[in-house]
């Protein structure tokens, strides 16, 4: 059976369960284990993940090619973030994330994979610290690890993931659940078509968001500017990675 096939067999699956019907029984039981299993990867996450250090997200494409531009550059920003003191947390998987692992290990940094189960794009990448890999089921948990551990965010080009992770973060800093740190975004000519977007539509036309919100975040074009927004953001605070 082709891969189209089996993709379409599992989403048809999805479908029919959700219009099934269950009895109260069922429905208990079902729902009892999979709050055990949400705390349990809420637990594996926080135990091996509290005492990491200061530390700095870095979000991108799984489909990025090794030879393609924004990897070389995830992989210098990651050991630019290391020589400057922090540890780095990826997806854990290929592509951007893989880039962010390996230059973070090419310093001898700290090197975070938070990986997610996936039906068959996802698998873990060779240059994660064996101790700080951990694997999820849920999305909500894995993005709640990346963003508590996180004293920074990189963005660099990616699709709909990378956009929820992106859009996590601002919002959680929007609406002041989580501190103000620095999201740098790597990649003028990618990202200026949402940004422009984000001002012609959601505030000049729409009044959705604030202008000031355009503050949150930098957008950047090589890795010295990314990491330098991040040194520079804590500077005014007169804190270093060794906070």
Avoid at 16 to 32: G, H, M
Avoid at 108 to 132: C, M, T
Avoid at 159 to 185: C, N, S, W, Y
Wanted: glycine share 8%; proline share 4%; with cysteine.
């Amino acid at each position: 059976m082709s891969e189209s096939n089996n993709e379409d067999k599992l989403e048809l699956n999805k479908i029919r369960k959700a219009f099934k019907d269950r009895d109260w029984n069922e429905i208990k039981s079902s729902d009892s284990w999979a709050i055990f299993k949400i705390m349990s990867e809420f637990v594996d996450g926080f135990e091996k993940l509290s005492k990491i250090g200061p530390c700095v997200s870095i979000f991108g494409s799984a489909r990025t090619k090794p030879d393609h531009k924004y990897y070389k550059i995830a992989e210098e920003v990651a050991a630019k973030l290391v020589r400057h003191g922090y540890g780095v947390i990826t997806g854990g998987g290929p592509g951007i994330m893989e880039a962010g692992n390996k230059g973070a290990k090419s310093e001898n940094g700290k090197s975070v994979g938070l990986n997610i189960v996936l039906p068959f794009e996802q698998f873990n990448n060779i240059y994660i610290d064996p101790d700080k890999l951990i694997t999820f089921d849920y999305f909500f948990v894995r993005k709640v690890m990346f963003v508590k551990y996180a004293q920074g965010f990189v963005v660099m080009p990616g699709g709909f993931g990378t956009m929820d992770e992106l859009f996590e973060a601002l919002t959680l800093i929007q609406t002041h659940k989580i501190g103000r740190f620095p999201i740098v975004l790597v990649g003028k000519k990618f990202w200026s078509g949402l940004i422009d977007w984000i001002k012609d539509t959601l505030i000049e036309a729409e009044n959705n968001v604030s202008p000031e919100d355009m503050d949150l975040f930098t957008v950047v074009d090589t890795p010295t500017e990314a990491v330098k927004v991040i040194d520079n953001f804590y500077s005014q605070f007169m804190l270093s990675p060794n906070f």
